[in-house]
């Protein structure tokens, strides 16, 4: 049992991050209906960016943290500006090509940057690491203050969603671009400030993931696993991205203590062609019905 | 695409012919010399490029027929290339089977592994399609690992090459042969595929699903039929590749090579024979350009580091697509009409 709840409790952190990426991808399709496959690549860019800035360019780590979120939205804006938007009303392929190559490019350039396989590691790390002990569980520190960061910025985010004007605008937009030009919204603004929070998302994913493991290229796989978490949750629905990466966190530490050390990287996949084949929207997503 | 003058389309039959004129048989005859003399001036390395390319046209095919043409987006080709290979190299080595039998057998163990991850295309579509394909790549993968009994896990494997009567076809010229006679009757028959009742059924669930289906198309047979053809296709191209290399590992078949795999679809021209073609030739010949300048640069600035190379091929060949996306989506193959189109009218503009 106490195995059990170790693996179950050390998935559901890790699961509470890839909930975390998962945001940031549902976020961008609500408002523009774009499938950003970049999204791993965005994580190690912040998380690249952070220890630059706080290791090399020895900042304070608060204000090493302020700006690697600046530095992403700014990236997240011309990442929207140069390939993205001359791609509306492409057809879908096309754009979920397009993201793939900016993480492509992206991938190449950070390689060149910061050297591929090398791990580079948060030290000191920005979250204490000292293990909490309750009775026989030991759970580490640094994952229980991701977890917990990572559902802050969640529910900040629906708040916002709820009561700011610039989340109502996004709402609107997610709704009908036309509707919301009508009424005075400027969508491209919408369409920049969505993926500047994307890719601030992005950022405080690799920042926690980066200070509590290092960071190294392959990470950027991780954004692999953020997708299946959106779609099981639903592609158009906030908690559910945050329930899909819990479940299949979970599962993740389940199955690798349990199965052996590898079934981890397939687990997402495999439970997500089985949800999706008896819900075909995911658990949460907006039904549609399709006309000729 | 305007014809030359005096080709008349009275019939459907002669509006859907490969050969429209003499000169098609022309240039079609001069090609096949040209390709059939190149081994005796073309060094050892020109000809691996061209095998390769042969082989990877092939799987190309078999994307374009799935994606292309039926419109069906599948970003784990290179899994499916990877049940070929290992396939044919199981059949070869444990059960001591003939290349010549392994070969379609591989393709059909391929299309039925895409058979399998085709079914979920009846419940979901688009963008939902496609990451169940990634996530085939990842499965598909995680199991040839973890089967190192007939696949040597993550260890490479030895194929032997093809015996024809009793001739090996183990050096590139021979090999060059037999892949550039494969790609030529592979490129026949996917060509007569597109072309009937099955291709236009393709195209029709690729423009518009639903419309299809109230049209009498029955779309799950035709989606499941896409599947079988484009992997059978993967699987053919992997069982020609490995027994090309004579050793092959689970590490020549990542997701990575399933992005090239679209790259060059996009690239070339997505639902166009061409497309396959010049994409393929495009990604590979761009590849080999890099993997020689790679070193270049790297001895030229010591400063950048070892990784630089590849973090550059990475850059360039994803920037590569990502401006064929923005400006030429229609790929190399629109570009080519174009330019046929030009010279047939010059001097006049139109």
Known sequence: MIIFLQHAISGLMVGAIYGLVAVGFVLIVKSNEIFNLAQGELLIFGAFVCWSLIFQFNLPPWLGVLATLGVAALFGMVVERFPLRPMIGQPMFAIIMVTLTVGLCLRGALTAIW??????????????????????????????????????????????????????AMRIVAEDQQVAQAMGISVRGVFRNTWAMSAILAAIGGIL???????????????????????????????????????????????????????????????????????????????????? | ??????????????????????????????????????????????????????????????????????????????????VGAFTSAALCNELDFSFWVALPLSGFAAGLIGLLFGAPSLRVKGFYLAITTIGAQFIIIYVIMHLPSITGGVRSIDVPPPNLFGYLIETDHSYYYLALFMAAIITYFVKNITRTGVGRAFVAIRDNDLAAEGMGIGLFYYKMMAFFFGCFLAGISGSLYAHYLQTINVEYFTL??????????????????????????????????????????????????????????????????????????????????????????YPFPY
């Not at chain 1, 000191?124 to 960061?149: D, K, M």
């Open chain 1, 209 to 292: 993931l980066g200070s509590i493991n290092g960071i190294n290229i392959p990470l950027a796989n991780i954004g692999m696993k953020a997708i299946p978490a959106a779609l099981i949750g639903g592609l158009q629905s906030i908690p559910g991205a945050v329930i899909g990466g819990l479940l299949i966190g979970l599962l993740e530490g389940l199955s690798s203590g349990y199965i052996g050390h590898g079934i981890q990287d397939v687990v997402a996949y495999v439970v997500m062609i089985i949800v999706l084949i008896f819900w075909p929207h995911g658990f949460f997503g907006l039904v549609t019905i399709e006309r000729v």
């Open chain 2, 1 to 82: 695409m305007p014809l030359p003058s005096g080709i008349y389309n009275v019939t459907y039959k002669k509006d859907m012919a490969i050969f429209r004129t003499w000169d098609h048989w022309v240039w079609l005859t001069a090609f096949a010399m040209f390709l059939a003399i190149l081994p005796a001036f073309a060094s050892r390395s020109t000809l691996s490029i061209f095998t390769t390319i042969a082989c990877t046209i092939i799987a190309v095919h078999g994307l374009n027929l799935l994606t292309g043409f039926c419109g069906q987006i599948s970003m784990g080709h290179s899994a499916f290339v990877a």
């Open chain 1, 115 to 168: 050297g591929g396989m090398s791990w580079r590691v948060f030290k000191p790390p920005l979250l204490p690491p000292e293990p909490v002990v309750l009775g026989e569980l030991i759970l580490s520190r640094q994952y229980i203050y991701g977890f917990i960061i990572a559902i802050v910025v969640v529910v900040a985010l629906s708040l916002f969603f709820k009561l700011t004007r610039a989340g109502l």
């Open chain 2, 256 to 345: 990575m090579d399933s992005i090239w795999y679209l790259g060059m679809l996009i690239v070339g021209g997505m639902g166009h024979m061409l497309g396959a073609i010049f994409g393929t030739i495009f990604i590979v010949v761009l590849r080999e350009l890099i993997l020689k300048v790679a070193p270049l640069v790297s001895k030229a600035l010591p400063g950048l580091g070892v990784e630089f190379g590849a973090a550059m091929g990475l850059f360039i060949l994803g920037l590569v697509i990502m401006l064929f996306l923005v400006y030429e989506p229609r790929g190399l193959a629109h570009r080519w009409e174009i330019i046929k189109t030009k010279l047939r009218l």
